[in-house]
């Protein structure tokens, strides 16, 4: 299958900085991308989806100024979370979208553990 | 009420063990369903895809869709250790959005 690889797999940061992950489909290029978090013991929740070249489509309740999406090519898209705290501790999985003839499969990064302490 | 309905388990199994793991959906306007296995702290891996009704097999793994009760099932046959994970269906409508269950986790003992 296609491979996605997502970036670092693990952060520690202090609470009030900024944290970068970076989602990269290695052997296609994805015209969209998807960011979800993921609470232990819990299913995966949708934050937004990442078309390139254009503005993010962020989910009821996700605060587009705190979870900022670029995803300016083909083969990239980074979340940063910007200002964070303890509460945004959580693990963070990134997915894309392949046709594969007839409907389209998503393939999902390994997922990026952030701890704000 | 919930679009996709998955029991949370965890279902405990002894190895070689046939595991049959469920998930309920209300929305009729799903079309394609999967299935991911996910370990801990590790992202979802896809297993089975299907998107029509009737029954996919895949070595041990078969994953049966009946659209008319809006149920999806995922049987596998000879369970191993190596199966522990939390399984997550997922389903979308064509547009890509995938919408997930809870997952359910399995442990399958030696």
């Known amino acids: 299958g296609a491979v996605v690889s997502q970036h670092p797999s693990r952060v520690i940061c202090k609470s009030g900085t900024s944290v970068k992950i970076e989602c990269r489909s290695l052997?296609?290029?994805?015209?969209?991308m998807f960011w979800y978090r993921q609470f232990p013991k819990k299913s995966l929740m949708l934050m937004a989806t990442s078309n390139e070249g254009s503005k993010a489509t962020y989910e009821q309740g996700v605060e587009k100024d705190k979870f900022l999406i670029n995803h300016a090519s083909l083969t990239l898209s980074t979340l940063t979370v910007t200002s964070a705290h303890p509460e945004d501790s959580s693990f963070y999985i990134c997915s894309a979208s392949v046709w594969t003839g007839g409907t389209t499969e998503a393939f999902f990064g390994q997922g990026t553990r952030l701890t704000v302490v | 009420q919930k679009e996709v309905e998955q029991d949370p388990g965890p279902l405990s199994v002894p190895e070689g063990a046939i595991v049959s793991l469920n998930c309920t959906y209300s929305n009729s306007a799903f079309q394609y369903f999967m299935w991911y296995r996910q370990y801990s702290r590790k992202g979802p891996e896809l297993l089975m895809y299907t998107y029509s009704s009737g029954n996919k097999e895949d070595g041990r793994f078969t994953a049966q869709v009946d659209k008319s009760s809006k149920y999806i099932s995922l049987f596998i046959r000879d369970s191993q250790p190596s199966d522990s994970a939390t399984y997550l269906c997922a389903m979308h409508t064509g547009f890509q959005k995938l919408v997930f269950g809870t997952g359910t986790r399995l442990l399958v003992s030696p």
């Open positions: 052997d296609f290029q994805a015209t969209t």
